[in-house]
């Protein structure tokens, strides 16, 4: 069974940076594809960014892309989303997910951590 932590979250002012990670333990798996998500109150988790764990290959949501870079270690089993230029609209509570297999739902997720951008 695949646990999934995450880290890095808090309070940053707008046009600042965070690095979320996400540290996978237990049963871990060698392809398959990770994501992170974003959640607010009243509203559907949305996602952000995926990557493919075996090749690397990256998927943005049009709202992060040129802001958020996703990127994994292997050796370590952790995704990270580096986050710059952060905007109010970027607080959340994110979460980190994990699938198996290549479509689908993901069926691992971690706790969440939150992430707030103040003006």
């Known amino acids: 069974q695949v646990q999934l932590v995450e880290s890095g979250g808090g309070l940053v002012q707008a046009g600042g940076s965070l690095n979320l990670a996400c540290a996978a333990s237990?049963?871990?798996?060698?392809?398959?594809?990770m994501g992170w998500f974003r959640q607010v109150p009243g509203k559907e988790r949305e996602l952000v960014a995926r990557i493919l764990w075996s090749s690397g290959s990256a998927y943005y949501a049009d709202s992060v892309k040129g802001r958020f870079t996703i990127s994994r270690d292997k050796s370590k089993s952790t995704m990270y989303l580096q986050m710059n230029n952060l905007k109010p609209d970027d607080t959340a509570v994110y979460y980190c997910a994990a699938s198996a297999v290549m479509v689908g739902g993901y069926g691992i997720w971690g706790p969440g951590t939150q992430v707030t951008v103040s003006s």
């Open positions: 237990g049963r871990t798996f060698s392809s398959g594809r």
